[in-house]
Structure formats: C-alpha cells, structure tokens
DNA sequence: CTTAATGTTCCCCA
DNA sequence: TTGGGGAACATTAA
C-alpha cells in the first residue's frame, strides 16, 4: 500500500488532524502489530506527525512512535474500529485508529532518532546519488527498493522511475553512465513531485487518514501493464520476476 | 485451486 | 563481507 508519495499523502492528511493532542489511552488488538517494547503512551502528546521515507513518525513530548505500514496498512481518524483494526489511540476528541489486513505493517516505540535509513530521494543530490549507486554492485531495481540505500521508494514508484529513465531493470547499478544516473534521479524526484500531487496511488485499497483514495495510478506508464503498449513507443509491456517482486518494463526503450 | 499483491526480515549459500 | 535466492509472515481478489 504505501510507498512514499502515499506516507507523504497520509502524514499531510493526519497531522492537521492529531498534532498537540493527547493520548488517553492505547490499545493493541493486533497481536503482532507492536515490535520492540512500546512503553505507557496514555499522557503523552503528540507534537508532530511525518513522512520517514515511507514510513509514519508520530514524535510525542517524549519519545516516538514510527509506523509502517506494510502492504494494507492504514491511519484513519474518527472511523469505527473493524474487523482489520491492529492499534486504537484514543485521544482527545479524536480517534487514531491502525488498520491492516495483511499484518505485514508493524508500529515500534523509538526513545532516540532512527538512523536506519538511506537518505530522502527528494532530499539527495544528484551527484551524491551518483556517487552512492557507484560504491554499489547490485542490479539497480533491488538497490531502489533497498530503505538503507533510499527511503521512500517501493515496487510501483522502482518500476516507473526506471522506465522514465529508460533503464533495464536487470542493470548493474554502478555500471550506469553519469548521464544515465542523472536521469534516473531526475525521473524519481520528478515523478514522486507529481505523485504526490495527485495524492498518492491507489491501486488496491490505499487511503489517506480520511479515507480518501489516490489518483496516481491513472497516470502509471508500465506498473502492472504488462501486454499493454509502452505509452512512448507502442512495444508490449513486459513483466518478469525480480527479486521476488513483480517487475514491470519496456524492452524497447530500457536496455 | 492458483497466482499475485504498494513490504520486510531471516536464513542459506556462493 | 556482500548480496542473491528463497521462504516466511497473513489475507484478499481475480
């Protein structure tokens, strides 16, 4: 579900609606939802609420709670708890609720800053970018979805920055071109700028904190269009497996 | 019944 | 040491 256009969609629609109130009380139905310890978090405040690659950051007065989100994971506010419903925050006058069908999100309680990440792809330079992909000798579509490489990008957002780019997936990282590196930066922090503009993708159930869904996935060139045209040259879109993810590219213009 | 799905982690092996 | 491959986690939809 969430990637980084999506956290970024879903943290502007929360914070509005939860920053500097308090925490009354917090529940975990989900069994599995809290890893690491999570200590009493009934008076704390929430101060603010951010995108940490595609992950949530609620910082309170004391500590933070750091989100993610999984697959189908969910923040929404004032909605009835469902079947789906991992996590309830009471807070004053609001209602924080973590939904998440397929468990794979989690929630973690950090006392200190998380240093666990690669740098914000919209944040980094395109030469720190270029020199970051030359230290590596991994295929570039694995390296994009590596969070210690860059935060944020996941299997939709890999799939369409390459293509834009016009990079073979299966390419060894450190053997692009400086023009090649560049473009593939240009392509990723162009096209999470309009992702984010059009809220974020929706191609399964992502919602933002007021259930509001995504128009992104109207405007997706080669993510789950396989057999379909390439919108640049008409050549049928490809689909192979790469690690393990569902891989999607135009043999004709990413070589 | 089979396959695939916006993610991450852990284990084994080269 | 790095990283690739595969399995696992849990659930739904086509």
Do not use: W
Not at 12 to 19: D, H, K, M
Not at 164 to 172: D, K, S, T, V, Y
């Amino acid at each position: 579900m969430p990637e980084l256009p999506e956290a970024e969609t879903i943290a502007r629609s929360l914070a509005p609606l939860v920053e500097g109130r308090r925490v009354l009380n917090a529940e975990f139905p989900g069994r599995r939802v809290l890893r690491g310890s999570v200590p009493e978090l009934a008076g704390r405040v929430i101060r603010a609420v951010e995108r940490h690659g595609k992950r949530i950051l609620l910082t309170l007065d004391e500590g933070a709670l750091l989100v993610s989100l999984g697959m189908t994971g969910a923040l929404l506010v004032d909605t009835g708890p469902g079947a789906y419903t991992r996590a309830v925050l009471t807070l004053e006058g609001r209602l924080l609720l973590f939904d998440d069908i397929r468990q794979f999100g989690n929630i973690r309680y950090l006392a200190e800053g998380d240093d666990s990440l690669g740098p914000d792809p919209l944040e980094i330079s395109a030469a720190k970018f270029l020199a970051r992909l030359r230290e590596r000798r991994t295929r570039i579509k694995p390296l994009l979805l590596n969070q210690a490489f860059l935060r944020g990008i996941g299997n939709i957002y890999a799939d369409e920055a390459l293509h834009r780019a016009g990079i073979h997936p299966q390419r060894a990282a450190a053997s692009l071109s400086k023009l090649r590196a560049e473009r593939l930066h240009t392509a990723i922090v162009d096209l999470l700028r309009e992702a984010i503009a059009h809220r974020g993708s929706s191609v399964s159930d992502y919602v933002d904190a007021k259930g509001e869904r995504g128009g992104f996935q109207l405007l997706h060139r080669v993510y789950r269009k396989q057999g379909q045209p390439c919108p640049a040259c008409g050549t049928p879109i490809r689909r192979i497996v790469l690690a393990q993810r569902g891989t999607h590219f135009c043999p004709q213009c990413q070589r």
